[in-house]
């Protein structure tokens, strides 16, 4: 006579182990590394407040450095545009500042431009 078949029952250590790396891999998931996100000018309230109507081109270069967008229709504007996005927050630190000029010379600032989201 054959004896009665039973099912096949993993092994209780078995279970565990895979409900262990089940539960790993899940925690290990939300562990990816966001990368902070920076770019343009990060510019201080001082440099900002330093540049003056009146000013030369060459003046606020100094003062500011290079601006992030030079538009190549208006020569007579400059745009410095900083943004900053720390790793996995979803909020971002947006400014624009836009410099105006006269010929040579500064005839306006625009600070705290608001930025539209794209």
Known sequence: ????????????????????????????????????????????????????????RSQVRFLLGSPVVEDAFNHDRWDYIYYYRQGRSRRADRRWLIVVFDGDRVSEVRRDVPVQPT
Do not use: F
């Open 1 to 56: 006579m054959s004896s009665p078949t039973r099912p096949y029952r993993k092994p209780p250590i078995i279970k565990a182990l895979a409900i262990g790396s089940l539960m790993l891999l899940t925690l290990l998931t939300g562990c990816v590394y966001r990368v902070d996100v920076q770019q343009g000018n990060l510019l201080e309230t001082e440099e900002i407040e330093s540049v003056k109507p009146g000013m030369t």
